[in-house]
């Protein structure tokens, strides 16, 4: 009988590659559900858990992504100043308004593990509310779904 082997990624196997992600007219639990994949590295066949196999992520158009159902006027964002009666509420559409890139990103990061590799998954995501952005040199791969 043989024993079967684990595979773990080496350094030296993990390549890392930059992608570009166009949100307009995208919805958002499911952009950001494929966004954490990527990022995990779960599309990969050197895929493990406990390891950053994932590649960089850079999403332009973050301003024009859209919801189901009445999320706009309902779904609220919470932060809380650690002082009596400093608790802030928003909805989306308020949030979407001043910092369209957070909604984003907070979306991924609750999709992401909540431990180091998580914060450390999360800094590979860059998040453009416009078309512009400045990572023209990596020549990323644009994904179009």
Do not use: C, F
Not at 40 to 51: C, L, M
Not at 125 to 131: F, H, K, W
């Amino acid at each position: 009988m043989e024993i079967q082997k684990t595979y773990i990624a080496k350094a030296k196997d993990i390549e890392k590659v930059w992608y570009l992600v166009d949100a307009k007219d995208q919805i958002l639990g499911r952009l950001a559900a494929r966004i954490a994949t990527i990022l995990r590295g779960k599309d990969k066949v050197i895929y493990s858990p406990h390891q950053d196999t994932g590649d960089e992520v850079i999403v332009i158009n973050s301003k024009y992504i859209r919801t189901t159902g009445k999320k706009m006027v309902q779904k609220t964002y919470k932060r809380y100043s650690a002082y009596p009666g400093g608790l802030n509420i928003e909805t989306l559409e308020t949030v979407m308004k001043k910092r369209p890139d957070y909604v984003i990103r907070h979306a991924v990061k609750g999709m992401l593990p909540k431990n180091r590799l998580g914060q450390q998954l999360l800094k590979k995501l860059r998040v453009y509310p416009d078309e512009t952005h400045p990572h023209q040199a990596q020549k990323p791969k644009v994904i179009k779904w």
